[in-house]
């Protein structure tokens, strides 16, 4: 790996701008799975040994580039006070005067946190002004999150061609554990894709056919493909107009031998809420009113016979909405028997995305997986084999 880590820097005294992950699940300002924000703090608490000052950059939720109060990270401090164990100052802006001043008066173990780099729409175009203004804050430059290295952004990429760059330890971690959990793996292969971030991952879909023998599809990707087959998915959550791409990738799919498996039965509600009423009906028996909120038990017997017949296994997204009782039961179900695959020798599990990793937690099973990673988007393309634009710009 051509990279430098944090052991290859000289951090004593040193403002050390920490590009991390803290995109984390949030219910009414409560956080509600803080794996990434743990997983981050062994960066921080290294570089804090060594005498340097960590500035965190980071992004949350898709702000589209405006200033929006319930996507501020101040909200996220005590959570990251307790993973750290020391105090973390805030400055309200990733860039300016305000945010110069906070840097420079950082002591000696404490931490900073920036605001929002999304709140600039500039970061997601990658500009290399608004990377400037940010890399002025500091002498060092650690990209600690991969989890959004699939993203060429002036906090992920540009910048680190600006400041003396290395890898922070998450980073270093995930890299060396999805080479070898899955650089060379098993056969046959199966990836479960769910989740709601539909459009986004369609294209995905399209690589990662390449790579598996079984691609199980669930949540909102699995009804955007119902619904491209013709049927009716009443008032479920999906994008139609990803029609043809759906049906491009079954087709291709075929032709590859990669068998893609859909919901035979679906459990519908006409609210997206706990314990809404429900019931079982055939994949093709969506009622107009219905939402599809999760797979049925004949969609998970089928899910776990594929379960019991592969070697290696990738995950990322849920199956149904596993935030609502009772409609986390096909997520459930699934994890809990790649978990006891993975017990007992029969599969490597790799599992990845915030959503996921909050599901895996939920149902007890994410302790026997063969690895958890914190990335979602930028592990399936990782699996893929592409280039992540914040993994190159560091070498
Ligand atoms: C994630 O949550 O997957 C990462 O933080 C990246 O977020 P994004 O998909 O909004 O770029
Ligand atoms: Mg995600």
């Not at 793996?185 to 971030?197: F, I, L, S």
């Amino acid at each position: 790996m051509s990279w430098k880590t944090l052991d290859d820097m000289d951090l004593n005294g040193k403002r050390v701008l920490v590009r991390v992950d803290i995109n984390v699940p949030i219910v009414d300002g409560v956080v509600t799975d803080s794996t990434r924000i743990r997983r981050i703090a062994p960066s921080v608490r290294d570089i804090l040994a060594a005498g340097g000052k960590p500035i965190l950059l980071a992004h949350f939720g898709r702000p589209g580039g405006e200033r929006r109060e319930n996507l501020s990270l101040n909200q996220l401090i005590p959570t990251l006070e307790r993973a750290f164990e020391t105090r973390v100052l805030f400055a309200a802006d990733c860039v300016g005067a305000g945010a110069q001043a906070a840097a420079d008066a950082l002591q000696p173990g404490e931490v900073l946190l920036l605001e929002n780099t999304r709140f600039h729409a500039a970061e997601t175009k990658n500009d290399p002004d608004l990377a400037e203004g940010m890399a002025k804050l500091g002498e060092i430059y650690c990209n600690d999150a991969f989890s959004a290295a699939h993203r060429a952004h002036s906090s992920t990429e540009a910048i680190a061609r600006l400041l003396p760059a290395c890898a922070g330890r998450l980073m270093q971690a995930e890299l060396e554990a999805l080479e070898t959990a899955l650089g060379a793996p098993n056969r046959p292969v199966t990836a479960v894709v769910g989740g709601a971030k539909v459009s986004s991952k369609l294209e995905l879909l399209g690589n990662l056919i390449e790579k598996v023998d079984y691609l199980i599809i669930g949540g909102g990707m699995a009804n955007t493909f119902l619904a491209a087959k013709g049927m009716n998915i009443g008032k479920s959550l999906a994008e139609r107009i990803m029609k043809e791409t759906a049906l491009e990738i079954m087709a291709k799919a075929d032709a590859l031998n990669c068998k893609i498996i859909l919901p035979k039965d679906i459990v519908v509600a006409e609210k997206f809420e706990s314990h809404a009423p429900h019931l079982i009906v055939d994949a093709d028996h969506c009622p107009d009113e219905g939402m599809i909120l999760d797979a049925g038990p004949e969609s998970i017997a089928e899910i776990s016979r594929v379960l019991e017949s592969s070697k290696t296994l990738i995950w990322n997204g849920p199956l149904g909405a596993f935030e609502l009782e009772p409609f986390d039961a096909a997520t459930n179900a699934a994890a809990l028997k790649a978990a006891a695959l993975t017990r007992s020798g029969q599969i490597v599990s790799v599992a990845g995305g915030g959503d996921t990793v909050a599901a895996l937690n939920a149902s007890g099973a994410a302790a026997d997986f063969t690895y958890i990673s914190t990335a979602g988007g930028a592990f399936l393309e990782w699996m893929e084999g592409k280039t992540l634009p914040g993994v190159a710009a560091l070498s």
